[in-house]
């Protein structure tokens, strides 16, 4: 098996961590925690902040505007009897949660079922970014080509998701973004929380 490491960008402590159990102590419980694995060593220490030494190369997360420390929830959801589909939205502000839910008809996009939903919450996201000149904002979802689109990882061959990857280009040139994956409907309070509002944007709920 490939050599991991990991690194946490916002928890308990912060750096790059060698095993998951050391990372998972960090971050387990730990409301806005921001954490991923990496191949390389160099690329954890770029994502948790770090250098060679393990000292940050920015203020400690604590120290900055509470601005920089926006986080969105996104989810989506498809009525295959309308083929409607919708977004669900949390963001997490200065301590305060807020919601949005929006209702979409697109039958190109429709195609992506639940999927159309989540890409055009992410979009949301970028955009509650760029109007509140909020600096940086990290989007937690569920379904991985919401970040693997914007990275390149995943080659953007429909409409939806092309559109969905220029937007992305766009949204970077005034926003940092930042994407962190989770498991969907595994009692995350506010995955399950978009995941809410996006069904109920289309009257399932």
Request: charged share 25%; aromatic share 10%.
């Given at each position: 098996m490939a050599k991991k490491y990991y690194a946490v960008r916002t928890g308990r402590k912060t750096g790059v961590?060698?095993?998951?159990?050391?990372?998972?102590?960090?971050?387990?419980?730990?409301?806005?925690?921001?954490?991923?694995?990496?191949?390389?060593?160099?690329?954890?220490?770029?994502?948790?902040?770090?250098?060679?030494?393990?000292?940050?190369d920015t203020l400690p997360r604590a120290e900055k505007p509470a601005s920089a420390q926006v986080i969105a929830y996104v989810d989506g959801s498809y009525r295959s009897d309308t083929g409607e589909f919708s977004y669900g939205m949390v963001i997490l502000k200065d301590g305060e949660e807020h919601t949005f839910c929006e209702k979409m008809t697109d039958k190109e996009l429709a195609?992506?079922?639940?999927?159309?939903?989540?890409?055009?919450?992410s979009e949301a996201a970028m955009q509650y970014a760029v109007d509140h000149n909020i600096p940086e904002i990290t989007i937690y979802h569920d379904y991985e080509g919401i970040a693997k689109w914007c990275t390149g990882a995943w080659k953007a061959t429909k409409p939806g998701t092309i559109a969905y990857q220029a937007f992305y280009r766009e949204a970077v040139?005034?926003?940092?973004?930042?994407?962190?994956?989770?498991?969907g409907h595994s009692n995350d309070k506010y995955n399950?929380?978009?995941?809410?509002?996006?069904?109920?944007?289309?009257?399932i709920l």
């Open positions: 961590f060698m095993t998951w159990a050391e990372c998972q102590k960090q971050v387990t419980g730990f409301s806005g925690a921001e954490f991923k694995s990496f191949p390389t060593m160099e690329e954890a220490q770029a994502f948790a902040g770090v250098n060679a030494e393990g000292i940050p195609l992506m079922h639940n999927v159309a939903g989540e890409i055009k919450g040139k005034k926003v940092k973004v930042h994407f962190v994956k989770v498991k399950d929380m978009a995941d809410q509002l996006a069904k109920k944007a289309l009257g």
